[in-house]
Nanobody, 125 residues
Framework: HVQLVESGGGSAQGGGSLRLSCSVS????????MGWFRQEIGKEREGVAS???????TYADSVKGRFTISQDNGVNTLYLQMNSLASEDTAMYYC????????????????????WGQGTQVTVS
């Protein structure tokens, strides 16, 4: 059973940086996909970035060039480095896991993911 625990959220000034972490346990699958999603109150959850077991990464247009997704195999942690933060990045951020690979064009679609963390709030002012 996969468990995901996010950390690293908080407040930042516009133009600043934050790094989110997602601790992953219980996922022995050889093929997987993981992603970061965000959701503002009253809005749909949107995909931010994803990475899969063969190293393919996908980014939403709104974060390309500013955010970087990575994964540390040694400690089973997913990261999201967020630079040049803007007020539009304010949201609850969630990490998600799928126990299979997903076509790159669909990796930012939330319904493919079966496991979710509890979320971590990011506020940019």
């Amino acid at each position: 059973h996969v468990q995901l625990v996010e950390s690293g959220g908080g407040s930042a000034q516009g133009g600043g940086s934050l790094r989110l972490s997602c601790s992953v346990s219980g996922y022995p699958e050889d093929y997987w996909c993981m992603g970061w999603f965000r959701q503002e109150i009253g809005k749909e959850r949107e995909g931010v970035a994803s990475i899969d077991s063969v190293g393919i990464t996908t980014y939403a247009d709104s974060v390309k060039g500013r955010f970087t997704i990575s994964q540390d195999n040694g400690v089973n942690t997913l990261y999201l480095q967020m630079n040049s933060l803007a007020s539009e990045d304010t949201a609850m951020y969630y990490c998600a896991y799928a126990s299979f690979t997903i076509a790159p064009r669909s990796q930012l679609v939330s319904h493919w993911y079966g496991y979710w963390g509890q979320g971590t709030q990011v506020t940019v002012s």
